[in-house]
């Protein structure tokens, strides 16, 4: 398809009660076009959607403590890394660069749609937003030995020899495999029946932007603490404990529908006349 | 983006645990390419599949309940039309020939993100599957008065003259506004909080393949019934309490996970060590 005559047809009039929403979406659609997010990047995204749909879309409070669990982890651990994918990427660039900043937490680009072009391209987008400690094509590479190639290719310097990942909107099996691999793997995933939500050491049930947010206000509140402190916050923190509240979340919001059906007034007869 | 390069990189290992689930992603994914579905599709179709994995991907009772109510309704309506979009064409395209043709209801392709040239691709893509009463490029058009164009352009003899409109997988502004010319608005849905679940007169929540295979089904065992036999169906159903039962399935199976937490047994310790 054209893509100029794509970007006419998807314009949206502002009239739309769901405007905003729908504005969030054209980001992604707009890297896809760019060759930064795959087809199946969309799918995910649409997930995503689903879940913040039920969560009110706001950053709860066990969001906000699994996003502090998870930057004291990221300063206690020896070698940690924050890696990237599309969807990531093109929606939270600015905020990936500024949390990697604020730690000097490394980032690395790693895809399960692998190709090295795309893995260019997302290394130089983030690049144009900031970034100065990017893994991406020109790394030493090795593989993941429980992951079948080329989802398993990381860099030897990056993810391989980490001990903690962060991830966003991340495949389960990959999720599974890091933990297999005994790293600590920080997910930020809004589904938390997801094979990564249910993997991952830390969970962070929230939207990726919202989280990446709240993890550099974390970051900039925790710096400069002693690491004890920080040890004495990861010994406090269960995640299964927060997958629960996750899941108590959601099911508050869906008891009010419920008990009414019907959640927004728009006016109109239960009655069926033909 | 070469579809070649992407349908490559698009591969996945039947070792892969979701692997049914990836495989049905990729139908949307291909009519992407053909130029059938548009990105934002995609997008709705991940917000569907997160619903799905809520309801334990099956029909419920209330579902085939809707159905019925819908096949009904159908059957009474003076002029009734099936109205089809990209992903509902992609999903279901040999379903919705059937039910077309079964209850004798014409189609009419009707886009949000419209334009003539992937109306005819629909158009044509239903005809290879078998469709007859088609309402394409070629029919006499107008404007729906509540609706900004090009959204709102529908053939004359099609969704603009008719008393009984199938939509699935539709906006929701769109549903609201044939609401509001009086017609009768069955919604395939997976989401019992959007704007089209909230505004249709009969909401299915259910998958578009089932749903459509349902509907199949019960037009042949309710064809031949007396009309005030299908009324009754009609005078004794209340969408309100189907989409209050649809949001109590969601709750009960939020319920179960809400106890535990961890619901995908994958053998890690809570605990993190770093």
Redesign the interface.
């Known amino acids: 398809?054209d893509p100029k005559?794509?970007s006419q047809?998807?314009e949206v009039?502002p009239?739309?009660?769901?405007y905003w929403s729908?504005v969030t979406?054209q980001k992604?659609?707009d890297a896809?076009r760019e060759?930064i997010v795959?087809?199946?990047g969309?799918?995910?995204?649409?997930?995503?959607?689903?879940?913040d749909?039920?969560l009110g879309e706001r950053s709860h409070d066990f969001a906000v403590e699994a996003e502090r669990?998870a930057v004291a982890?990221m300063m206690?651990?020896?070698k940690p890394i924050i890696s990237v994918n599309g969807n990531y990427a093109a929606l939270a660039a600015d905020e990936i660069v500024q949390l990697s900043e604020v730690l000097g937490v490394p980032i690395e680009v790693n895809l399960f749609?692998?190709?090295e072009e795309r893995i260019k391209r997302i290394e130089d987008f983030l690049k144009a937003h900031g970034a100065k400690l990017v893994y991406g094509v020109d790394c030493q590479k090795t593989r993941l030995p429980n992951l079948?190639s080329p989802?398993g290719v990381v860099c030897v310097n990056g993810i391989y020899s980490a001990?903690?990942v962060l991830v966003a909107i991340e495949d389960?099996?990959r999720t599974?495999a890091l933990?297999r691999l005994n790293k600590?793997v920080v997910a930020i995933d809004l589904?938390?029946?997801s094979?990564t939500a249910?993997?991952a050491?830390?969970t962070v049930v929230d939207e990726a932007i919202r989280a990446t947010r709240n993890m550099i206000r974390l970051a900039e509140e925790l710096k400069g603490r002693p690491k004890d402190d920080l040890r004495l916050i990861?010994a406090s923190?269960?995640?299964?404990?927060?997958?629960?509240r996750a899941?108590?979340a959601?099911?508050e919001r869906?008891?009010i529908?419920?008990?009414?059906?019907?959640?927004?007034d728009?006016g109109?007869p239960?009655e069926?006349?033909?």
Do not use: C, W
Not at 237 to 244: A, D, M, P, Q, V
């Open positions: 398809m005559q794509v047809v998807e009039p009239t739309h009660p769901r729908l979406r992604l659609v896809l060759g795959v087809p199946h969309l799918i995910s995204h649409g997930r995503g959607e689903a879940f749909y039920l669990a982890a206690v651990a020896r749609h692998r190709t079948q989802r001990d903690f389960g099996d599974e933990r600590v589904n938390p029946f094979r249910q993997a050491s830390i990861l923190y269960r995640n299964s404990e927060i997958l629960s899941f108590k959601l099911l869906l008891s529908a419920a008990s009414k059906g019907v959640v927004l728009l109109f239960d069926i006349s033909l």
